[in-house]
């Protein structure tokens, strides 16, 4: 069985930062990408950052230059660093990571999500 399991979330002032952390567990062959998601009230989950097993990056638009993700494949784990944080960043944030059973055979799997709430 995996787990994606979450952490670092939680209340900060607009302009500050937080750092997220996902880390991958159980019995499986290899890792592909890891994404990081959100879901704000009443809006439909979207793609915040992504990267892929060679450490390739790609951001939402709102995200970037304030969002940074990266892995460290020895600990299975994924962070996201996020600064000059806003209001409009408010959202569950969900982790998802590619996971391979074997060389050929991928799942994806998702975190139980944690909340980032920002105050003005």
């Keep these: 069985q995996v ?4 952490s670092g979330g939680g209340l900060v002032q607009a302009g500050g930062s937080l750092r997220l952390s996902c880390v991958a567990s159980g019995s499986f062959f290899s890792i592909g990408a890891m994404s990081w998601y959100r879901q704000a ?3 439909q989950r979207e ?3 992504r990267i ?14 304030r969002f940074t993700i990266s892995r460290d494949n020895a600990k299975n784990t994924v962070h996201l ?3 000059s944080l806003k ?6 944030y969900y982790c998802k990571a590619e996971i391979f059973r074997r060389w050929d055979l991928s799942v994806d799997y998702w975190g139980q999500g ?3 709430t920002v105050s003005s």
Aim: no cysteine; proline share 3%; charged share 15%.
């Design 3 to 6: 787990q994606l399991v979450e």
């Design 41 to 43: 009230p009443g809006k």
């Design 47 to 49: 793609l915040v950052a």
């Design 52 to 65: 892929n097993s060679g450490g390739s990056t790609n951001y939402a638009d709102s995200v970037k230059g």
């Design 81 to 83: 660093q996020m600064n």
């Design 87 to 92: 209001v409009e960043d408010i959202a569950v």
């Design 114 to 116: 944690t909340q980032v």
